[in-house]
C-alpha cells in the first residue's frame, strides 16, 4: 500500500483547501484512514480519522466544525474538507492508512504518506 497527499499550499486566512490522499495497492484492506498533522517544533497530532464505508470517525476538537474527512472508495481516496483556515493550521498534513478498524481510535497506523505543506497566512 502506498499512500499519495496532495492538495497542499498557501492561503490566506479565513480561506479553504482541500486535500486528496491518494492509495494505490490493496485499498480494499484498509479499514482505517486518516490526517495527522505537524506544525513547527511541535508533536504530529491527529486531524481526523475515518473508517471504510465512514461508520466511525474521530475528529480533533481543534478542528470540529471547520475541517471534514470523507473518502472515495470508487477512487481510492481520502479527503480533508479545510474550512476558515487559521494561521494555526499551519502544519504539514500527513494521511496514514491501516487494515485495522481500531486505528481511528489507536492512532497505530501501517502506512503513512510522505506529507503536504499547508500554510495559512494572517
Known amino acids: 500500500v502506498q499512500l499519495q497527499a496532495s492538495g497542499g499550499g498557501l492561503v490566506q486566512a479565513g480561506g479553504s483547501l482541500t486535500l486528496s490522499c491518494a492509495v494505490s495497492g490493496s485499498y480494499f484492506a484498509i479499514n482505517a484512514m486518516s490526517w495527522y498533522r505537524q506544525a513547527p517544533g511541535k508533536q504530529r497530532e491527529l486531524v481526523a480519522a475515518?473508517?471504510?464505508?465512514?461508520?466511525?470517525?474521530n475528529i480533533a476538537d481543534s478542528v470540529k466544525g471547520r475541517l471534514t474527512i470523507s473518502r472515495n472508495n470508487a477512487k481510492n481516496a481520502v479527503y480533508l474538507q479545510m474550512n476558515k483556515l487559521k494561521p494555526e493550521d499551519t502544519a504539514v498534513y500527513y494521511c496514514?492508512?491501516?487494515?485495522?478498524?481500531?486505528?481511528?481510535?489507536?492512532?497505530?497506523?501501517?502506512?503513512w504518506g510522505q506529507g503536504t505543506l499547508v500554510t495559512v497566512s494572517s
Open positions: 475515518i473508517t471504510s464505508g465512514a461508520g466511525r470517525t
Open positions: 496514514a492508512a491501516d487494515t485495522n478498524y481500531d486505528a481511528v481510535e489507536t492512532g497505530k497506523y501501517e502506512y
